[in-house]
């Protein structure tokens, strides 16, 4: 049975009066991506001021104990937060990798010390995270990673590199996987927190397909770790690393079914789209009968995922994230490239502009998203193992002979 936390009347009386004090009106209804820390123009001030004071109270991250700086609201609770949120048209302005991926497994593995010394920086969206596991060697396969970490008493030696480091070139820290066992595989992998700004550390962002650069190569050229930045067991990094995986692909997956990543203008629905560039029949249906029954399908599997992952979270808010995280990225995966094949064949001839004053910044952002999301299925492990995972871990079938 969902937990809904009891009365929660007096908590939204004080959530609506927060948001009344604190959020700015100039940034009702703006896209993720404009106010969000992660991006590579500065924050506006409205943008500051918001972020400080989400973070001062902890409701950037609602549901992470008081003591770290978060929340430590009920699941009820957090959940009428969202909907206050929304009433108003606020975005949550705390994020990325270190409070999806890095803080939960943190708070979960870390040591106390660990937690009181990176916990406050993610909690307050002051200090951004990146992730060192893919090598140019070791993608899907990642227990093949040949990025090591030497012994210098004192501290680690970190030689190597690491590819697709998403948002490298803006992060402050990362947590890397290296290899500090070369007599065993994955039971010879440690879990590092690197300083980016330390000597020896190299960042070229990649240019993707649809002109920006997200993801980046990432150089690692004698760089010293002090021993406490070690996270969890020395070799026994890769019992954090799959953790840190099923969180990744729990929060990649809702963020997929719910919208596109990062885009920096907002789009239309497909429906509203199909609309204004199809055309409506003198009933007010969509005039293509075939385009409409696919956005009809599309919409009930969306809405079927939606629901899907809104369970889940509700049980891995008790037992911590599943191997079915897997289930909900592939699902995740194949409806976001679904929502954008429809949106571009709805924009008809003007879903084919790369830039000119022929096409509205909607349609040009509509074209270079739907590029971007041939990526889904490969980012945060792609179809194919994600498959394999359900696969082995949560059906129980046996290797094929």
């Known amino acids: 049975m969902a937990d809904f936390g009891g009365e929660t009347e007096t908590f939204r ?65 957090a959940r009428v937060l969202a909907e206050e949120m ?85 992060a402050d820290r990362c947590f890397c996987l290296v290899r500090t066992d070369t007599s065993k595989k994955h039971e010879g992998i440690s879990f590092l927190l690197i300083d980016m700004t330390d000597p020896g550390v190299e960042v070229r962002p990649i240019l993707l397909i649809n002109g920006t650069s997200p993801f980046c190569e990432t150089f690692f050229t004698d760089v010293k770790v002090a021993k406490d930045q070690l996270f969890g067991p020395l070799n026994g990094g890769w019992t954090v690393a799959k953790r840190l995986l ?26 509203e789209a199909a609309k204004q560039y199809v055309g409506l029949e003198a009933g007010g249906r969509l005039a293509d009968a075939e385009f409409r029954r696919r956005i009809t399908d599309h919409m009930m599997e969306n809405r079927a995922f939606q629901l899907t992952v809104r369970r889940a979270q509700d049980e891995a808010k008790s037992n911590g994230p599943s191997n079915a995280a897997a289930i909900m990225k592939y699902a995740g995966a194949k409806i976001a490239q679904e ?49 394999n995972v359900v696969s ?10």
Request: charged fraction near 25%; proline fraction near 5%; hydrophobic fraction near 35%.
């Open 339 to 387: 929502r954008n094949e429809l949106l571009v064949e709805a924009l008809g001839l003007n879903g084919v502009g790369w830039s000119g004053d022929g096409y509205s910044e909607q349609e040009l952002q509509a074209v270079r998203t739907w590029l971007r999301s041939k990526g889904n299925s490969i980012e945060g492990g792609t179809s194919e193992i994600n498959l």
């Open 246 to 271: 099923q969180f990744e692909r729990d929060n990649i997956s809702a963020g997929l079914g719910g919208g596109n990543i990062g885009q920096a203008v907002a789009l239309p629905t497909v429906v």
């Open 86 to 170: 929304a009433k108003v048209g606020a975005r949550n302005p705390i994020g990325g990798m270190g409070v999806m991926m890095f803080g939960p497994t943190l708070i979960e593995y870390g040591t106390e010390a660990l937690k009181r010394e990176h916990l406050p920086g993610i909690v307050s969206g002051d200090v951004r995270w990146c992730q060192g596991y893919s090598e140019p060697g070791a993608g899907s396969d990642l227990a093949g990673l040949q990025t090591r970490a030497e012994d210098k008493g004192d501290h680690y030696l970190v030689n190597g590199s690491k590819i697709w480091t998403s948002g490298a070139d803006k």
């Open 392 to 401: 082995k871990r949560v059906l129980g079938l046996p290797d094929p002979k």
């Open 13 to 77: 009386a004080e959530a609506r009066d927060w948001l009344e004090a604190n959020f700015p009106k100039a940034l009702a209804d703006k896209p993720m991506a404009q106010i969000a820390n992660m991006q590579a123009q500065p924050e506006s001030a409205e943008a500051l001021a918001w972020r400080r004071a989400v973070g001062a109270k902890g409701w950037g991250t609602p549901l992470w104990p008081k003591e770290y700086g978060g929340g430590g609201l009920s699941r009820a609770e």
